[in-house]
């Protein structure tokens, strides 16, 4: 989020909620993932609801056990379904996950999802 801010203040952000670590975390991953699809083919803007440019899907460092839920099976054909750009960005950059492959793009850690989803607006 730091990054995020940093590079263009105010940019509307949707935080969803979902375990990244241990055996439940794979399906709410994809739960989560599968709301925010239905989100973007829902938007209004009426109600304030809009369209969503792209999904980072982001973890910090941990174990090979730390990080073994995006290493399944249903959650990378989840992720290699999405009809919104997905950034994926787990552990620090010598990890790699199943997800990695099927992202529209890798980065090395959450930051540099950030990096590469945002441009910094004085570039603009």
Do not use: C
């Amino acid at each position: 989020m730091t990054a995020l801010q940093r590079r263009v203040p105010h940019i509307p952000v949707v935080l969803v909620a979902a375990s990244v670590q241990g055996a439940n975390a794979p399906q709410e991953m994809i739960q989560a993932l599968q709301n925010l699809y239905q989100r973007t083919h829902t938007e209004h803007a009426e109600s304030g609801v809009f369209p969503i440019d792209v999904i980072l899907l982001v973890r910090g460092g941990g174990s090979l056990e730390d990080l073994w839920a995006f290493n399944d099976e249903a959650l990378a054909r989840t992720v290699a379904a999405a009809s919104i750009p997905i950034i994926s960005a787990v552990g620090h950059e010598t990890d790699t996950t199943l997800i990695d492959f099927v992202s529209d793009r890798r980065a090395p850690t959450p930051t540099g999802a950030a990096e590469k989803a945002v441009p910094v607006r004085s570039e603009l």
